[in-house]
């Protein structure tokens, strides 16, 4: 795992907004100047994302690892958390 990447899980599995944002304000001291894009897209999505917070870490880290699954092209079938429905139901 890259050290932006850890510190994005950072982020994603802060226990509390304001540890988030300590996270979030590392992320961009860090990381900023190579990649401004990043800060300036949590900046703007950051009141859409601390609802997230509430639900628990271990919740979180599932969604974060579901997601990173899906943005890095792993297909569905090796996907070990993909749900697969009972005969005769549709996969969705």
């Not at 599995?13 to 860090?30: C, D, G, P, Q, R």
């Not at 190579?34 to 997230?52: G, V």
Request: aromatic share 10%.
């Amino acid at each position: 795992m890259e050290p932006n990447e850890l510190v994005i899980l950072t982020i994603y599995t802060a226990s509390t907004v304001a540890a988030a944002e300590e996270a979030l304000a590392f992320l961009e001291e860090k990381w900023g100047k190579t990649y401004p894009a990043i800060p300036k897209l949590w900046r703007s999505a950051w009141e859409q994302f601390t609802p997230f917070l509430d639900y628990d870490v271990e919740i979180r880290k599932v969604l974060c690892a579901r997601v990173g699954r899906l943005v890095s092209g792993t297909r569905a079938e090796e996907d070990p958390l993909r749900h697969v429905p009972p005969k005769g139901l549709p996969n969705m």
